[in-house]
């Protein structure tokens, strides 16, 4: 069951978000101030935040600059309604911004489509896991560093498992389709996949075609 972590210092404002959490039998925590927010995060995995930006001990942005986990999802919750904030808010690594006060209904939504992004981000194929919100590949749990271009290859494969895939569709769909890249380029990056994850059986060539990743 996903969990999520409501950071918000004014009671009957949390008392509000749990209810609404509640409601889609979400599991929750609760920090009233910036420094045990900090601490649940470090000690703890959330599938989501909800975070004040005023709060006391640590505001919200001294959260995120000194939370260890940076993918984990945050929604920032604030009666700050100002431009600047709300894009400081963004590209500070919120995924959302709300503004006080907000219809239940509508933070609900908000939360269940956060959550549902997540859900269709990640993948699993034998003993890999890929996340897609992180461009994070791990195997037997630990990480694998894929180059960029690899890892682009690798989500194609993942996404057309039991379908052949051209070296052409490959190059267009991977690389930009006016660079000038030769088509052993591929044949290239399909052996590191090889190498690095372990798939010399899976990622199997068709003679004169392309690959294709199979179980």
């Not at 649940?40 to 505001?59: A, G, R, S, W």
């Not at 993918?71 to 920032?76: A, D, K, L, T």
Request: aromatic residues 8%.
């Amino acid at each position: 069951m996903s969990k999520i972590l409501i950071v918000e210092d004014e009671k009957n404002i949390s008392k509000l978000i749990q209810d609404t959490v509640s409601l889609a039998n979400y599991e929750f925590d609760c920090s009233f101030d910036g420094e045990d927010a900090l601490k649940k995060i470090n000690e703890n995995t959330y599938d989501l935040i909800l975070l004040d930006i005023m709060l006391p001990k640590l505001d919200g942005f001294q959260i995120v600059e000194q939370m260890e986990n940076k993918n984990v999802p945050i929604i920032f919750l604030s009666a700050k309604n100002d431009v600047s904030t709300i894009v400081k808010g963004l590209k500070s690594g919120g995924k959302d911004y709300i503004t006080k006060p907000f219809e239940p209904l509508e933070l609900l939504a908000r939360i269940e489509l956060r959550m549902e992004n997540k859900k269709e981000k990640e993948y699993n194929f034998k003993n890999i896991k890929i996340n897609e919100n992180t461009r994070t590949v791990y195997k037997n749990e630990e990480i694998v560093y894929l180059a960029p271009k690899e890892y682009e290859l690798f989500i194609l494969l993942i996404k057309n498992q039991n379908r052949v895939l051209t070296r052409d569709e490959i190059l267009n769909k991977v690389w930009d389709i006016n660079a000038q890249i030769e088509t052993r380029t591929v044949d290239y990056h399909i052996q590191q996949l090889r190498k690095k994850l372990d798939l010399k059986e899976n990622i199997v060539t068709v003679n004169k075609i392309g690959y294709i990743l199979k179980e």
